[in-house]
Structure formats: C-alpha cells, structure tokens
C-alpha cells in the first residue's frame, strides 16, 4: 500500500492550490478511510479534511468553506482543492488511509503519504 501526493508549491495569500493523493497497492476487497492531515512548523498534526466509508466528507474548522476533500475512483486518486490561502495554512500536507477507523484525528490513519510542502506568502 502506497500513497503519493503532488500539487503542493508556493502561493501568496488569497491563492488556492490543488493537492493529488494517488493510491496504489490497496487491496479491492476493503474500504478505506481517507483524509488530509498537515503539520506546520513548530505545530502538532492537525487533521483537516476526511471522506467516511459513505464518501461524506468532514472538515476542521480552520479550512471549513475553503477546502474541499473528493476522490476519483477511476485514477486511484483523492484530492484537496485549497481556495483563499493564508499563512496560517502553511505546512506540509499528508494524505492517509485507514481500513476500519475514520475522522479528523491523524491517529486513526495507519497508511501515510511522505507529504508536500505548502507555503503561502502575505
């Protein structure tokens, strides 16, 4: 099981980026959780965007309204659309998955992207 993010780069405030998450190695006959999970310099991870079993997605706060979680089946992958950046957004960005457990919270995740970076600029 593998996961591969792109997309991360550097914008100024008010930009929006597109981060990619492609999946491969999972197993057909399973269904996974899925979610963004970022972590910003001197910060603890904080889980902000998840797709439930049902394809649902759930959001923290912080991106509520601005960030939007979706997957493409077809080409294996889940995205996170980030639109009106700000500097508090400034991290670097994992995709997860879970088989059994889902959420927000980075420690029900078991399987781990290595990240891209995010900047933002005032």
């Known amino acids: 099981e593998q996961l591969v993010e792109s997309g991360g780069g550097s914008v100024q405030a008010g930009g929006s980026l597109r981060l990619s998450c492609h999946a491969s190695?999972?197993?057909?006959?399973?269904?996974?959780?899925w979610g963004w999970i970022r972590q910003g310099p001197g910060n603890e991870r904080e889980g902000v965007a998840a797709l439930d079993l049902d394809g649902s997605a759930g959001y923290a706060d912080s991106v509520k309204g601005r960030f939007t979680i979706s997957q493409d089946n077809a080409k294996n992958t889940m995205y996170l659309q980030m639109n009106s950046l700000n500097t508090a957004d400034r991290a670097k960005y994992y995709c997860?998955?879970?088989?059994?457990?889902?959420?927000?919270?980075?420690?029900?995740?078991?399987?781990w992207g290595q990240g891209t970076q995010v900047t933002v600029s005032s």
């Open positions: 997860a998955a879970s088989y059994g457990a889902c959420g927000l919270g980075d420690h029900v995740y078991t399987i």
């Open positions: 190695g999972f197993r057909t006959d399973r269904r996974y959780c």
